[in-house]
């Protein structure tokens, strides 16, 4: 219509949990959600996805739709859903590195995780493993760290790639102990893995599925696990504080999270039908397959965890000085 007013976008979304949030909360949702997973087809965030979309499903009387859209570790898609309509029909997986690491070593990340999303729940968590070549001379954590600490030339370590939670965790251990380590990134946990079971490299940080069945057939040996809890695939390893570096809790977690300004009502609907997920047997076994645990969360306490992972990156990347890409 000629001469009619159209608000802003941003002003809609603002207004959206004022207007709207009691009749929400008596009808939310009405139609299928979709689920968008920032990265493409078959990897761990597909799986975590498609591990608690059909029992949210049950739970909310609607279909929930699986969305892969990959591209920039991410960060794209994660983009694309922070800015959309905070209604709760769009909503998107999240990692340690999209509202972890990725905000700082981003300059054009396009959202802030703290202003942007808002936070759902946690899905699940699962430590990595610092694992070694056979011919590399330690067989625990301490061992490595005294060697790294007194060796003249830095030790070569491979990750995934520049930037990934499996890079900084290294530089985290590295700032925390003094230890002298050169980074060897790799375009992908693969490559990374066949150099160390090559040689190539002699210590890696990986995701305990890739390296599970070379742990068990001890091709290589793992020092620790980067979580609070020992791995169920890898029960012999112990973890960081158990090896002697306490306070040291960097698992791979993944969640859910809805453009900000959702109405609370819809994030408490789905917080619960995730939950309710978390609890049923299935969900927990096809969790496990993947080393994971599942991580019922309120919320708030979601929030929290990403406030604090943030600030641990953002302060690890200034002291070491990693430039943002």
Known sequence: MRGAFVLPAALVAALLPAVFGPAVAETYPTRPITLVVPFAPGGSASTMARSVADKMSATLGQQ??????????GTVATRAVAKGMPDGYTIVVTTSATVGTSPSLL???GYDPRRDLDPIGLIAATPNAIVVHPS??????????????ETTTPIPYGSPGTGTLNHLTVELLAYRTGMKLSHVPYKGAAPALNDLLGGHIGVLISAIPNA????VAGT?????????????LIPAVPTFAEAGLAGYDVPLRWGLAA?????????????????????TGEVRERLAIEGAEPQPTTPQEYAAIIDRELTM?????????????
Do not use: C, Q, Y
């Open 259 to 279: 453009p900000a300004g959702t109405p609370r009502a819809v994030i408490d609907t789905l917080n619960r039908a995730l939950n309710a997920a978390l609890m």
């Open 220 to 232: 290589i040996h793992g020092l620790a696990v980067t979580g609070a809890k020992r791995s169920a």
């Open 212 to 215: 599970h069945s070379h742990l």
């Open 64 to 73: 929930i739709v699986i969305d892969n859209r990959g591209g920039a570790g």
């Open 136 to 149: 590399f001379p330690a067989r625990a954590l301490a061992e490595l760290i005294k060697i790294g600490k």
């Open 313 to 325: 990156w953002s302060d690890l990347v200034k002291a070491v000085g990693i430039k943002p890409e």
């Open 107 to 109: 300059h054009n990340l």
